[in-house]
């Protein structure tokens, strides 16, 4: 296979969903394609959001494929329990940086500027 298809379906992998069997979601983040009896689908799975959602309707030819239904998830550990923050670590804060809540929302700022 040439090098480009190679690195092209590692980013974006296509998956056919089985029949038989459950389709295991995204253990960590990232995107695959689904390809299932009721369509194309995206799977995508970010620390913060887990989406499987229809991006083509169904062939009129019958295929080998299960099925799959839309999912929307969001908030911290939305991938199998990825969390992207260690909270038990955390560094003590800097005397010289403060965060600030504003409207527009948070603003990193130091005490120089």
Do not use: H
């Not at 995204?26 to 887990?50: K, S």
């Not at 199998?80 to 260690?86: F, I, S, V």
């Amino acid at each position: 296979m040439d090098s480009r298809d190679v690195a092209l379906q590692s980013v974006m992998p296509t998956v056919m969903v089985p029949r038989y069997s459950e389709l295991e979601e995204l253990a960590t983040a990232g995107d695959r394609i689904l390809m299932a009896a009721n369509g194309v689908w995206l799977e995508v799975c970010r620390a913060w959001l887990y989406a499987r959602v229809l991006v083509a309707k169904p062939s009129i030819i019958p295929v080998p494929y299960g099925q799959v239904s839309e999912v929307m998830r969001f908030g911290l550990a939305s991938c199998q329990g990825q969390w992207p923050l260690n909270l038990s670590s955390r560094p003590e804060p800097d005397a010289q940086t403060s965060v600030l809540l504003g409207s527009s929302g948070i603003n990193g700022r130091t005490s120089g500027g």
